[in-house]
């Protein structure tokens, strides 16, 4: 099992910039692809961005690409995204997730993506409003 605490959310303007941390514990984190979603009200919850377990590739959905950046600390089981550039509609609740492949395999993001049997956090609000 893996527990997940996201940090960093808050009220920022437009253009400004925030940056999130994921706190990851339990066992074989290093076999986990790890990234965030978020969701704003009324619609789905949409993966924004992963980083690899297996080469430490990084992958963004489109509209957050050139402005948000993921990185991931293993000595510190920790996963971050600093969030440049935020518009209106990046506002939404942002999670922390987790997914794994088989036993002693380390997980692509190309699953992350996909649904399937994600650990979550509690998740971090991020409202981006003048």
């Known amino acids: 099992q893996v527990q997940l605490v996201e940090s960093g959310g808050g009220l920022v303007q437009p253009g400004g910039s925030l940056r999130l941390s994921c706190a990851a514990s339990?066992?074989?984190?290093?076999?986990?692809?790890i990234g965030w979603f978020r969701q704003a009200p009324g619609k789905e919850r949409e993966g924004i961005s992963c980083?690899?377990?297996?080469?430490?590739?990084?992958y963004y959905e489109e509209s957050v690409k050139g402005r948000f950046t993921i990185s991931r600390d293993n000595a510190k089981n920790t996963v971050y995204l600093q969030m440049n550039s935020l518009k209106p509609e990046d506002t939404g609740v942002y999670y922390c997730?987790?997914?794994?492949?088989?036993?002693?395999?380390?997980?692509?993001?190309?699953?992350?993506?996909?649904?399937?049997?994600?650990?979550w956090g509690q998740g971090t609000q991020v409202t981006v409003s003048s």
């Open positions: 997730a987790a997914v794994g492949d088989r036993i002693g395999v380390q997980a692509m993001c190309a699953i992350f993506f996909r649904p399937g049997y994600h650990y």
């Open positions: 339990g066992y074989g984190l290093s076999y986990y692809a």
């Open positions: 980083i690899s377990s297996s080469d430490g590739r990084t």
